[in-house]
């Protein structure tokens, strides 16, 4: 197929070579796209996917202790909704504790003083919305708990 073929094809009609079969159809334009009143819990629970995300990762992490910390993750999503809205920025520092604990956590070699200040960090942000969420704590304090036992050196 020569250049000008392929240009038929991608700016025309399709084509009629017989070699050639276009099964589908890319739309393109200049319109901008504006998404208004995304709330503070679609932003938790994203990032909080990928907290879990990050965790499946882990190579030093056994198959049961990941699972374990995505289901205490999971658990955080649903027990920080109440606070999203009400304190969106405590909020926000329970997710970024998290995901600086699941950063370590799947390091090659995690750190075992660091993973101790970001489990303690993580501690102090669901201490900061435990008014409103108190499982937030209880979850939190299980998450530490089991990145404790996380080989580390």
Known sequence: ???NEYEEILYGEGSTNQNVVVTGEVAMSQDNINIHHVSG???VKSRLNRVNQTIRTAPSVSEEKKQELEALMDELKQALEPATDAQPEDSQRVVEAAEYVAAEVAK???SKKF???TTEGLMEAARAV???APTVLTVASQIATVV???AVV
Request: proline fraction near 6%; hydrophobic fraction near 50%; glycine fraction near 6%.
């Open 41 to 43: 819990s679609v932003i």
């Open 130 to 132: 435990a008014s409103i």
């Open 108 to 110: 090659q070699k995690p």
């Open 115 to 117: 993973l101790d200040i």
């Open 148 to 150: 404790g036992t996380v």
């Open 1 to 3: 197929m020569d250049i």
